[in-house]
Nanobody, 125 residues
Framework: QVQLVESGGGLVQPGGSLRLSCALS????????MAWFRQAPGKEREFVAA????????YYADSLKGRFSISRDRANSAVHLQMSSLEPEDTAVYYCAAGRPILSSLRTMTGYRHWGQGTQVTVSS
């Protein structure tokens, strides 16, 4: 059974950086596309970034492109999300997801079967 475990969340000041990690176990990492979503209080969960299984092509939410970077770590069956120039609006629970979405579903929750428990990111001075 596939399990995803996120780490790296915490409290950071505006303008700071943070790196989230998500380790996959119980499945073949190279066959899964990996993604990050986030959910702020009172808001719906939204797409952040994804890295496809084949070739690792990356995709980002338009509003986050340039500040966030997703990368696959094959050696550790993990995916990382490097976040920089963080803003208070980035405060949310960040979720890791794994699945085999078709291209049209890559940015949607329905494209991913497996989810982590989430890690809190708080951007505040």
């Amino acid at each position: 059974q596939v399990q995803l475990v996120e780490s790296g969340g915490g409290l950071v000041q505006p303008g700071g950086s943070l790196r989230l990690s998500c380790a996959l176990s119980g499945g073949t990492f190279t066959t899964y596309s990996m993604a990050w979503f986030r959910q702020a209080p009172g808001k719906e969960r939204e797409f952040v970034a994804a890295a496809r299984a084949n070739g690792g092509t990356t995709y980002y939410a338009d509003s986050l492109k340039g500040r966030f970077s997703i990368s696959r770590d094959r050696a550790n069956s993990a995916v990382h999300l490097q976040m920089s120039s963080l803003e208070p609006e980035d405060t949310a629970v960040y979720y890791c997801a794994a699945g085999r979405p078709i291209l049209s579903s890559l940015r949607t929750m329905t494209g991913y079967r497996h989810w982590g428990q989430g890690t809190q990111v708080t951007v505040s001075s």
